[in-house]
Each structure stands twice: as structure tokens, then as C-alpha cells.
């Protein structure tokens, strides 16, 4: 038989099971010879199998896979092609596939629930965001455009590298700057490696903290008739606290 299939062959990485390489072609001088393909060798002849006359990588690639075809990313096989009629004659190939590359998407392993307590400073950070990127790319970290309510408060929010940060101090739980409810803020983050773009919708909460003083509503001038009862009541006290959910109580200090 004499190859008609070229012996540099090419496919990418992240390839289906059994996925076809190339389609073998050998072909025979005598008529009615009938050609059969074998693999014989090869460094790399454990990844290949041939089914209906071609040459297939019986399992999926990965160029990131340490050490993959000797790790020149370059697959070596022998196929030996034999005729019906004169086996003794065979014709062998030895094939060389070239695993290309596929720029595959990072990915965002920060949760998307994240929390800050009140009173923060200008550019405080909320979280440093953690991601990857099967090639090893680069990572750049971004608020970007969502359907308007992913990122309703993308405006009170920045980066600084991978940290995403509240752009303005002071935020006050008692008087919440958040489209959302109960002190959440809505933000659409992105990590790119310059040709995948990932997203992420975040959940921002601001924490309450105890820090406003309780304000005296109750006089402090009273007055009480003599004669009065044992434990006559006075007042009744009444002061009040900002922060939400601050029960106050009452205490004798001095006198």
C-alpha cells in the first residue's frame, strides 16, 4: 500500500472521547486489495485507536496536562497499513499530532454573598477576589453592565486589582445608600483573561455596629407632690437609640 495521509496531523486540546484525528488513507496498486489499518507503535500509541478507518485520541487532551506527549505537546503514533492480498508487504506511518491550544475561560472561586460593617473608610475593601485561569493568563478584574439590578449599586463600588472596594467612607446602616433591601447592594463583577470574559453577581451586606449613644427624650427637670407613695413613680424614661435593633435600659450612676 502507499500513504496518501499526510504524517503531521493537528487537533486542539479538550477533545471529545474518541475524537477523530484524521481520516486514514492508504492505497492499493492491485485491484479488489482491500487496505486495513493497525496501530504498531509509537510513543504515545496508548492515546490512539482506530475505528472505521480512522485514527482517533481514545480520551480527551489537555495541554495543561504536565508531561503530555513527552511535553512538546506533540503525540507520536505508528500505523501500519496491510492488504489483503499481500500481507506480507505492509506500508508504516508514523504519525505526529500536534495537541494545539484552546484559551479556556478563568474562573471565580470568591463566594458571591460578601460583608463590611458600617462606618467604612474611603476605598475599604470588601473582599480580594480570588480566580484562575487554566492557561496561566493574566487576570483583570471589572464592574461591568448587568440587567440593572445584578448591578444596581455597581456606582458605589471599585477595584483596586482583584480587591472590590467601597468607593465612599462613612457608609451609615441607619440610613442605607443600597438599591436593595435590608443594607444589600447589588454588584455585577468581571474577570477577564483578555479573551473570556466571567462574570459574577455579588450580594454586598453592611454590618450594623453600635455606634451612635442613646439620645435623652425625658426632661431633666421633673417634679413630684410630697406625701407620695413608696415607690411613687417620677418619670417614666425614655430615651432613644439610632442604630436599629438597640434596646436601651436604665441605670442610677450617681447623685
Not at 477595584?159 to 441607619?174: C, H, I, K, S, W
Amino acid at each position: 500500500p502507499t500513504w496518501v495521509t499526510a504524517a503531521a496531523q493537528a487537533i486542539n486540546e479538550n477533545n471529545a472521547a474518541n475524537a477523530i484525528v484524521v481520516a486514514l488513507n492508504a492505497t492499493d496498486a492491485d485491484t479488489g486489495d482491500a487496505v486495513t489499518y493497525s496501530i504498531t507503535g509509537g510513543a504515545d500509541a496508548a492515546r490512539f485507536n482506530i475505528n472505521a478507518g480512522n485514527l482517533r485520541l481514545t480520551a480527551p487532551t489537555d495541554r495543561e496536562e504536565v508531561g503530555l506527549c513527552g511535553g512538546d505537546f506533540v503525540c507520536e503514533v505508528e500505523v501500519t497499513a496491510t492488504d489483503t492480498l499481500d500481507a506480507d508487504n505492509p506500508a508504516v506511518r508514523t504519525f505526529l499530532v500536534t495537541i494545539g491550544n484552546v484559551n479556556e475561560a478563568p474562573s471565580i472561586s470568591t463566594g458571591a454573598a460578601q460583608s463590611i460593617a458600617e462606618g467604612n473608610g474611603a476605598n475599604a475593601t470588601v473582599v480580594t477576589l480570588a480566580g484562575s485561569d487554566p492557561d496561566g493568563d493574566a487576570l483583570t478584574w471589572s464592574l461591568v453592565l448587568g440587567d440593572g439590578v445584578n448591578d444596581a449599586d455597581n456606582g458605589s463600588f471599585n477595584f483596586g486589582g482583584a480587591a472590590l472596594r467601597v468607593t465612599a467612607a462613612g457608609y451609615d446602616f441607619e440610613t442605607p445608600g443600597c438599591a436593595g433591601p435590608d443594607n444589600t447592594c447589588q454588584v455585577l463583577v468581571q474577570v477577564t483573561d483578555g479573551v473570556n470574559p466571567v462574570t459574577l453577581a455579588m450580594t454586598i451586606s453592611f454590618t450594623n455596629l453600635d455606634d451612635n449613644e442613646p439620645t435623652w427624650v425625658t426632661a431633666a427637670a421633673q417634679a413630684i407632690n410630697e406625701n407620695n407613695a413608696a415607690n411613687a413613680i417620677v418619670v417614666a424614661l425614655n430615651a432613644t437609640d439610632a442604630d436599629t435593633g438597640d434596646a436601651v435600659t436604665y441605670s442610677i450612676t450617681g447623685g
